[in-house]
């Protein structure tokens, strides 16, 4: 097949291709202003330090993406779109049981305390 030339006028444009790093988001914050909605998604990392035996630390990455209000409406519109063929395919998406189980945990052993923390889930 013969390579189709370009028109009188036009220029050939080349276009590099960056996928980006693969991030696996543990939690996401959504937040909006009058022009974008901001989307923060955040991935929490347990690092084992035996040289600390009093505090292990934990790494929280951010990757924040920005969207004109009308890109976040159809992004929504895609995502919620995307839930539902998952669902159809392969049934209903529920809380997993050991998180569950974590939660009915937290939730005793915070009863049992004297003072109430408001210690979010992701840290036990």
Known sequence: MEKEKPKQGAREVK???DNGVSFFADEAGVMHNPLKFILDFRSITPRIDIRNKKFQPLVLRHNVITMDVYTAKYFAKALNDNIKGYEKK???INKPDALLAM???SKKNNKKSKTKKDTPTYLG
């Open 15 to 17: 276009i590099d291709i």
């Open 103 to 105: 939660e009915k945990e």
């Open 90 to 92: 392969y049934g209903k």
